[in-house]
């Protein structure tokens, strides 16, 4: 086991726990991006998925917001991508400048012989994606017990999505085929995911990362039924076989986050699902998925990512309105975006964002009432 740096700052991992804590954690979701002047410079010339497979690079890439928002961020989140995995499969995945992730060769139908032979394929998933675990490593020693580290992947169905539409979609024509044409083989395709997922999470975790957090990023692609079948069962899948495999890796036990995008008709299953921390998007008033949780899981989230281009008023009135639906901040939030990052945003505007979350949940104790 790699000897690591004592954790100076665990408050992430103490909410993540459920334990009363002193204010709510903060860290946003793709807080290491494009966004930030200092990404540019140590990407250079290299491509999205270059930086993902070089560890220095990646770890450099973790490491600024960090650095940038000095105590302000209670939580660092490894660089790297939920596609890692479908290329660890042996699909091709390039990164398309202003366009996203593109596959020039998706699966089409249950006979067109890339199906059969990627659930047929075994992975080597340690091989793989050893890059991805060197960066956890060597940004794990470079925070040097400063915040946590995340690890993450994406969820069976958003990569089930990707590797059927070739990208990105508005329509999702091709996954809704598969699901409606071909259910069985999709969800023979959703359990071989799963069971990467869960292979790569526990690497990720052996090699570092002191919590995990599984991306549902097209969740809300689904209709409520649908979800129960094609995504909820894959989702509590990873949440019950990842314990027993860092078990079997003889490592510690870590907090598990899931959020499913837009799925806020599945908040109830979603408290129910094995996962210690539940994600929530701007879509979901906080009041009422407190209500809704019942104390069950920790919350995550949820401003509207679209607040920070609105100046410092309407930033907050969000931080205002998600202390309040949370109830303070002193048990059971961890304060995030209800999304990633968008482009163009300027750092300032996000440094205020955490600025006003300390400031306004630093007297959380006042606001929670003793049940």
């Known amino acids: 086991m790699t000897d690591f740096a004592p954790l100076e700052n665990d408050l992430l991992l103490r909410t993540a726990r459920g334990e009363r804590v002193e204010r709510p954690p903060i860290w946003v979701m793709r807080q290491a991006g494009r966004y930030l002047p200092e990404y540019h410079e140590a990407k250079g010339d290299h491509d999205f998925f270059e930086c993902c497979r070089s560890p220095e690079i990646a770890s450099t890439l973790t490491l600024q917001p960090i650095e940038r928002f000095a105590n302000l961020l209670d939580a660092s989140i490894i660089f790297s991508d939920i596609l890692v995995i479908p290329q660890a499969m042996g699909m091709t995945v390039e990164m398309v400048e202003k366009k996203g992730p593109h596959f020039p060769n998706p699966l089409r139908n249950p006979t ?13 998933v340690a091989k793989e994606l050893d890059y991805v675990y060197r960066a956890v490593t060597l940004t794990r020693r470079k925070l040097n017990g400063r915040v946590p580290l995340f690890g993450f992947c994406g969820a069976p169905w958003t990569l089930f999505c990707y590797m059927v539409e070739g990208g990105g979609s508005k329509l999702f024509i091709q996954v809704k085929t598969w699901i409606f044409k071909y259910p069985h083989e999709s969800k023979k395709m959703l359990d071989k995911l799963a069971k990467l997922c869960v292979e790569h999470l526990a690497l990720q975790v052996k ?3 002191q919590i995990v957090q599984v991306f549902d990023s097209w969740a809300a692609e689904l209709s409520p039924s649908s979800f129960k079948d094609f995504s909820l069962p894959y989702l509590r899948y990873i949440s019950k076989h990842l314990p027993e495999r860092l078990k079997a890796l003889k490592q510690e036990q870590v907090p598990m986050v899931v959020f499913a995008k837009g799925a806020w008709y599945a908040l109830n299953d979603l408290c129910d699902s094995g996962y210690q921390v539940v994600g ?20 995550q989230g949820n401003a509207d990512p679209g607040v920070l281009y609105g100046g410092k008023e309407a930033i907050t009135a969000v931080v205002e309105d998600m202390v309040s639906g949370f109830g303070g901040g002193n048990r059971g939030w961890i304060a995030n975006l209800g999304h990633g990052i968008t482009p163009f ?7 205020f964002f955490f600025q006003e979350i300390r400031r306004l949940a630093a007297n959380g104790d006042a606001r929670i009432t003793t049940a």
């Open 112 to 124: 067109d012989g890339q199906y059969e032979e990627l659930l047929d394929r075994d992975v080597d």
């Open 207 to 209: 090699a570092g990362a």
């Open 345 to 351: 945003v300027n750092p300032d505007d996000l440094k």
């Open 280 to 299: 929530l998007d701007w879509l979901q008033d906080p009041a009422d998925a407190v209500s809704i949780a019942k104390g069950r899981v920790v919350l």
